[in-house]
């Protein structure tokens, strides 16, 4: 079980905008720790999308951008196209894990 | 350009050893971190563990601690994901991954191709 809760499925029509939430179980959002957001195309890996909770990689649209506030962080994507429709997985770290990291179970985007 | 190699893909029996690997370049390999992702088929990411190549400092997910060893050399800017007695259900794809902390900067950017690890009879 994740500590990082997100929905397992959203869908929007093109050009419309859709949100991906990432509720964090325990305090580890609230406590400041950054969230980072992850978008994987069928049959390939993971790309980074967002970083340190609202800042996007060079190359990534501005379509993408993502948020925080307490416990939960978003992700939004606007102008909605075919090719968005991936999985979306959020991460953070989490202080009661050795390791420290932790991913969200994922969230699969359809497009209409 | 960095970049982040694996090696290619395994198929292996119960109870046998792996060693897969991922070899960086493009960057000052000791001064980031290496992760590896596990993602079973049909299934989500999970965090596995990282190891920082500078001074082998490693963490491990509690799920996967005792279960894989993580190491690198730093000589040949090689991270490694090993195995000493194989399962069916070690079946999945790994994926290494560069990170620049592993606290809250601990996004991984960027990804290996992926190395897809069959364990059969």
């Known amino acids: 079980q994740s500590v990082l809760t997100q929905p397992p499925s959203v869908s929007g029509a093109p050009g419309q905008r859709v949100t991906i939430s990432c509720t964090e179980s325990?305090?580890?959002?609230?406590?400041?720790?950054?969230v980072h957001w992850y978008q994987q195309l069928p049959g390939t890996a993971p790309k980074l999308l967002i970083y340190?909770?609202?800042n996007r990689p060079s190359g990534v649209p501005d379509r993408f951008s993502g948020s925080k506030s307490g416990t939960s962080a978003s992700l939004a994507i606007t102008g909605l196209q075919a090719e968005d429709e991936a999985d979306y997985y959020c991460?953070?770290?989490?202080?009661?894990?050795?390791?420290?990291?932790?991913f969200g179970g994922g969230t699969k985007l359809t497009v209409l | 350009e960095v970049q982040l190699v694996q090696s290619g893909a395994e198929v292996k029996k119960p109870g046998e050893s792996l060693k897969i690997s991922c070899k960086g370049s493009?960057?000052?390999?000791?001064?980031?971190?290496i992760g590896w992702v596990r993602q079973m088929p049909g299934k989500g990411l999970e965090w596995m563990g990282i190891?920082?190549?500078?001074?082998?400092?490693?963490r491990y997910s509690p799920s996967f601690q005792g279960q894989v060893t993580i190491s690198a050399d730093k000589s040949i800017s090689t991270a490694y994901l090993q195995w000493s007695s194989l399962k069916a259900s070690d079946t999945a794809m790994y994926y290494c991954?560069?990170?620049?902390?592993?606290?809250?900067?601990?996004?991984?950017?960027?990804w290996g191709q992926g190395t897809l690890v069959t364990v059969s009879s």
């Open positions: 991460q953070s770290y989490d202080s009661s894990l050795s390791g420290g990291g932790v």
């Open positions: 325990s305090s580890n959002i609230g406590a400041g720790y950054d």
């Open positions: 493009g960057y000052s390999f000791i001064t980031f971190w």
């Open positions: 991954a560069r990170s620049p902390s592993t606290v809250s900067k601990n996004y991984f950017d960027p």
């Open positions: 340190g909770n609202s």
């Open positions: 190891i920082y190549p500078g001074d082998s400092d490693t």
